[in-house]
């Protein structure tokens, strides 16, 4: 997943190099920091890529891209606001629905951030992140065969996900989910998670 969104940012600054609008210099720097893993410089990064951005996608990109750094900083209100701005911009940008999920998450709303978790599946079925963040939030909401549901496609998919493998033997083991205290409730919204 990572790797889609860093290829889409670099094919989104190679456009606007190759339109002139933005000179190589300035894409090394602003692509670099908006995938750095380092959230403020993502902050950066991504706000620079904004300025220069000329299409819906290539705003949506930008935009998601400082949701995401958001939600690394644990500023879950700004984040929920620029992955808003991400989706209003593309709403078939599925990385900020799955972004917005997380983000919802964060503020204590599962089944707000499920819904989100929804619309990013049915756009990409095969989001083991998503799945992975979909099973967390129906912990949190108390729901464990939905749960159990979502953590086992996400070992179909990735059959050497250890998250979903432990939370699913703690699930299948009979151990109480109140309150979402069982698993970690920590969503992805980490370097590499999406």
Avoid at 56 to 82: H, K, N, V
Avoid at 150 to 170: T, W
Wanted: hydrophobic letters at 40%; a positive charge; aromatic letters at 6%.
């Amino acid at each position: 997943m990572l790797a889609l969104r860093i290829t889409a940012i670099i094919a989104t600054c190679m456009v606007l190099v190759a339109s002139g609008r933005l000179g190589s210099s300035a894409l090394a720097d602003a692509t670099q920091d908006c995938r750095s893993g380092t959230p403020d410089m993502r902050v950066a990064g991504c706000s620079r890529l904004l300025s220069e951005a000329r299409t819906p996608r290539q705003r949506a990109i930008a935009f998601d891209g400082r949701c995401w750094a958001q939600i690394d900083r644990g500023a879950f209100s700004d984040a929920l606001a620029d992955c808003n701005r991400a989706i209003r911009a593309d709403d078939e940008y599925p990385y900020a629905y799955h972004n917005r999920g997380v983000a919802l998450a964060g503020l204590q709303n599962p089944s707000a951030a499920i819904a989100d978790f929804d619309h990013a599946l049915a756009m990409r079925p095969n989001f083991s992140n998503t799945l992975l963040n979909r099973a967390k939030a129906y912990i949190a909401l108390g729901n464990t065969s939905a749960a159990i549901r979502d953590f086992e496609e996400v070992l179909r998919q990735k059959p050497d996900n250890e998250e979903a493998r432990s939370n699913l033997s703690l699930l299948r083991g009979g151990l109480s989910v109140a309150g979402g205290s069982l698993v970690s409730n920590t969503l992805c919204g980490s370097v590499g998670c999406n």
